[in-house]
C-alpha cells in the first residue's frame, strides 16, 4: 500500500505507531521499509508478524531480558501479531555471539526443561492471545542433507567471518567449529519458515537478525525489517546486566528483592531504565525527564516509583505497596521487618551447639554457595541481630529468634527443632 493512498487519519495512525516503535531503539533497517509494511497494516487490517528468537539456554529473566520482550508488548498493542520461536533446534548449538569458544551443545531434556521456564516468565509481559509460539525443530528437524547445503550455498565464508567474534577467534587461532556457522543461517530461516515481517534483538544480535533478511531475499521473499535495542547495564552502572555478574533483577524475585535492588540502580541510568522496561506511556516518560529536569520530581521519589513499578509490574500493585512500605521501614527508618521469615535449623546440624557462619549462610539458602558466602562476610554485608560479621571463619551459636541479615534485602529468623 502507497503512502499517498492513506487516509489522512491512517497516515496519523501510522505515525503514532511509528513513535512507539522507535522508542528506545538503536537501529531500524530499513525505516522507510516498516513505515511501508506499517501503512499496509493499517490500510488492510492484517497484523504485521513480529518475530523474536530465544535460545533458551538461559530461562531465568531478568530487567534486561525484558529490554526486547517490552518492545514486543508494544507492538501487541498496536495490533500486531508476535512470532515467538523457542529455539530448541537452535538451542542444540548454541549461539556462538560474543564467546572466545565452542559452547557446549545443550541436551534435548535440558531445552525442554529451560523451555517450559521461558514460557511461564515470558506471558507476565507478553499478551498471549496475541503471541503464536513456535519450537523451530518444527521445520528444521525435517530438513534433509540436500535442504542444507542448499542452505549454505546462500552465504559466503567471507560473510560469515565478518562477525567480529568469529574474525578475533580465527586470528587468535582459537577453534571456531563448522556447526557454529549454522546458527545464524538456522536462525535467518526461521523467519523464511515463518514470513516474519518484523525481526527484534538486542544490539550483540545484529549480525544474526541481518541473516533473516538476507536469507528471505535469496529465498524470494519481502525481507523482515530489523530493529536493535540496546543491552541495559546492571546495578553496577557498568557491565551489561548479567545473573553471573550479580548485577542484575530478576522478574521472578520477590517484591521486596526488586524493590531493594531496584534502589541501588545509579541516577544516571534512572531514566533508560524507565524507558527501556517499564510500561510507562511515551507521555508518561516525556513528563518524567520534564519533572527531573525542572526539580518538581525529586530524584529519590522518581527511583521509588521506578522500584514501584517493577514490582507492580510482575507482582502486582497490592505488592508493590507492601514492598514500598518494607523499603521505608527497613532502610528509612531503619527497623527490623516485621514480617521476617522464619527457617528452622535441626540442633543435629550443629557441632557442640555452634556452626561456621559460611555454612549457616548457605544452609539457611541466604546464599547460594559457599564462595558467595564467604565474599558477603568479607564484604561486611552479614549480620547476625543487627551485629556485622567478618570473620569468615567465625563459629556461631544460633538461638531461637536470633536474626540474620544479608545485606539490605534478606533476613531470616532462626528456629531451632
Same mark, same amino acid.
Given at each position: 500500500m502507497k503512502w499517498e493512498s492513506l487516509s489522512g487519519e491512517q497516515k496519523s495512525e501510522v505515525e503514532r505507531q511509528l513513535a512507539v516503535i522507535r522508542r528506545g531503539v538503536v537501529e531500524i533497517v530499513p525505516e522507510d521499509d516498516l513505515k511501508n509494511k506499517i501503512a499496509n497494516a493499517v490500510a488492510t487490517g492484517k497484523p504485521l508478524n513480529v518475530k523474536l528468537g530465544l535460545d533458551p539456554s538461559a530461562p531465568d529473566i531478568h530487567i534486561g531480558?525484558? %529490554? %526486547?520482550?517490552?518492545?514486543? /508488548?508494544q507492538f501487541q498493542e498496536l495490533g500486531h501479531q508476535v512470532q515467538l520461536i523457542i #529455539?530448541?533446534?537452535? #538451542?542444540?548449538?548454541?549461539?556462538?555471539? #560474543?564467546?572466545?569458544?565452542?559452547?557446549?551443545?545443550?541436551?534435548?531434556?535440558? %531445552?525442554? /526443561?529451560?523451555? +517450559?521456564?521461558?514460557?511461564?516468565? $515470558?506471558?507476565?509481559?507478553? @499478551?498471549p492471545q496475541q503471541t503464536k509460539l513456535y519450537y523451530n525443530s518444527e521445520w528444521l528437524a525435517p530438513l534433509n542433507f540436500a535442504d542444507v547445503v542448499n542452505l549454505a550455498g546462500k552465504v559466503t565464508v567471507a560473510r560469515m567471518m565478518e562477525r567480529d567474534d568469529f574474525t578475533k577467534r580465527y586470528t587468535s587461532g582459537l577453534p571456531i567449529s563448522i556447526h557454529e556457522f549454522f546458527y545464524p543461517l538456522m536462525q535467518g530461516y526461521d523467519s523464511i519458515a515463518l514470513d516474519s515481517d518484523v525481526e527484534l534483538g538486542g544490539t550483540d544480535q545484529t549480525f544474526n537478525l541481518l541473516m533473516g533478511r538476507t536469507l528471505q531475499k535469496e529465498y524470494n521473499k519481502p525481507g523482515q525489517i530489523v530493529i536493535t535495542t540496546p543491552l541495559i547495564e546492571g546495578l553496577d552502572g557498568v557491565n551489561k546486566m548479567s545473573k553471573s555478574l550479580g548485577n542484575y533483577i530478576g522478574i521472578d524475585e520477590e517484591p521486596n528483592q526488586i524493590y531493594g535492588k531496584s534502589m541501588s540502580i545509579p541516577d544516571r541510568l534512572m531514566l533508560k531504565y524507565y524507558e527501556l522496561a517499564t510500561d510507562l506511556s511515551n507521555e508518561e516518560l516525556a513528563a518524567l525527564k520534564a519533572g527531573l529536569a525542572d526539580g518538581s520530581v525529586h530524584p529519590r521519589d522518581a527511583k521509588m516509583q521506578l522500584a514501584a513499578t517493577f514490582v507492580r509490574m510482575y507482582h502486582g500493585e497490592e505488592a508493590a505497596k507492601a514492598a514500598e512500605n518494607h523499603f521505608i521501614t527497613?532502610?528509612?527508618? /531503619?527497623?527490623?521487618?516485621?514480617? $521476617?521469615?522464619?527457617?528452622? $535449623?535441626?540442633? +543435629?546440624?550443629? +557441632? @557442640? #551447639?555452634q556452626i561456621r557462619i559460611v555454612k549457616l549462610l548457605t544452609l539457611l539458602d541466604l546464599l547460594p554457595t559457599s564462595s558467595e558466602a564467604r565474599r558477603s562476610v568479607q564484604q561486611g554485608a552479614v549480620r547476625l541481630n543487627e551485629e556485622k560479621i567478618t570473620d569468615i571463619n567465625a563459629d556461631i551459636s544460633p538461638k531461637d529468634g536470633d536474626v540474620l541479615q544479608v545485606g539490605k534485602r534478606k533476613f531470616i529468623k532462626i528456629k531451632l527443632t
Open positions: 531480558h525484558t %529490554v %526486547v520482550l517490552h518492545k514486543l /508488548r #529455539g530448541d533446534f537452535t #538451542g542444540r548449538i548454541g549461539d556462538p555471539t #560474543g564467546k572466545s569458544e565452542t559452547r557446549k551443545q545443550l541436551t534435548e531434556e535440558d %531445552v525442554k /526443561r529451560n523451555a +517450559e521456564t521461558y514460557q511461564k516468565q $515470558i506471558y507476565k509481559i507478553l @499478551d527497613v532502610f528509612q527508618q /531503619r527497623a527490623l521487618p516485621d514480617d $521476617i521469615e522464619e527457617v528452622s $535449623i535441626a540442633a +543435629e546440624q550443629l +557441632e @557442640d #551447639g
